[in-house]
């Protein structure tokens, strides 16, 4: 489901439906005999969540939800929690998919990568960075096979690097150096603020950096135990990504 069908950059053979989030009705095309939903919420508000998980209730019976993950991989405070809870009382089955860090995040610093520096701030602050293909591979199990109704798998990559090491080993992929510069965390709350505009998820972003650099993001083994293949590494995701890095 994409919002715009004639913007969709996708392979040859792949069924597009159009739809909106922000929209509900707009969704139930896209809901005619689907049985199995895999929500993401890639939005600030939550205003339209209600009507969205109603609707889909309606018409199907099981969804993935890709979560985030709070402390110790358990329910997250703001929005994601509370989609959990509106999935929960919709009386389908579910399973949320509680992701830590995504290494596609780090696509934002493409364009200083090139230059040979990145500046932002918590470079210590240390993450276990998950592959998108390994959030796909499970959430194609959780939609795809029994076993999974009821469950919140906290889903994370299998190495914990600092985001000064993420930055070099995306400079050793693309076969350039690059090198981490702080940014005062008062200069980044203004970039941040222009970027998101909402100041709580500005504020939250930056307390879970800070609290990164003492404490690394967890890592688990649930790609493993789900898919039976290791999680990849942020250097294999790095490769697979060299060529969006290297683009003009
Ligand atoms: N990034 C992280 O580190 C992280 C960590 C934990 C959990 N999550 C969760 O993972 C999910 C995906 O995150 P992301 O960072 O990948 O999000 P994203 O890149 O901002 O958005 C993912 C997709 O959502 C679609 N989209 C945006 N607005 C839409 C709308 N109004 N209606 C329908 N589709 C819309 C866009 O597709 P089209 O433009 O084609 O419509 C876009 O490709 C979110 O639920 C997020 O909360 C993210």
């Known amino acids: 489901m994409v919002r715009d069908p004639g913007m969709a950059n996708l392979p040859a053979g792949v069924e597009l439906v159009p739809g909106d989030l922000t929209s509900p009705e707009t969704l139930r095309p896209a809901l005619d005999g689907v049985r199995s939903v895999f929500l993401l919420w890639p939005l600030f508000s939550i205003d339209a969540a209600p009507a969205v998980v109603d609707l889909i209730a309606e018409r199907a019976r099981h969804v993935v939800y890709l979560s985030a993950a709070g402390d110790d991989g358990g329910r997250a405070d703001g929005f994601w929690g509370e989609i959990e809870q509106l ?3 919709s009386g389908m089955d579910w399973t949320f998919i509680r992701a830590g860090g995504f290494a596609a995040n780090t696509l934002g610093w493409a364009g200083e990568i090139r230059t040979g520096v990145v500046r932002w701030p918590y470079g210590a602050a240390t993450r276990a960075l998950v592959h ?3 959030l796909a591979a499970v959430a194609v199990r959780a939609l795809t096979e029994d076993g999974h109704d009821g469950a919140a798998y906290h889903v994370t990559g299998p190495d914990q690097l600092t985001q000064a090491e993420q930055v070099r080993i995306i400079g050793e992929a693309i076969g350039i150096p690059v090198r981490w510069e702080e940014m005062p965390v008062a200069e980044a709350r203004v970039v941040l603020l222009n970027m998101w505009g909402d100041p709580s998820f500005v504020e939250k972003a930056l307390d879970g950096w800070a ?3 003492g404490t690394p993001e967890a890592v688990t083994t649930a790609v493993r135990d789900i898919t039976g293949a ?5 250097r ?3 490769l697979d990504h060299a060529d969006d890095f290297r683009a003009a």
């Open 211 to 213: 609290s990164m650099v």
């Open 230 to 234: 290791p999680a990849r590494t942020f």
């Open 132 to 134: 998108e293909a390994d």
């Open 87 to 89: 999935v929960e009382r």
């Open 236 to 238: 294999q995701w790095a």
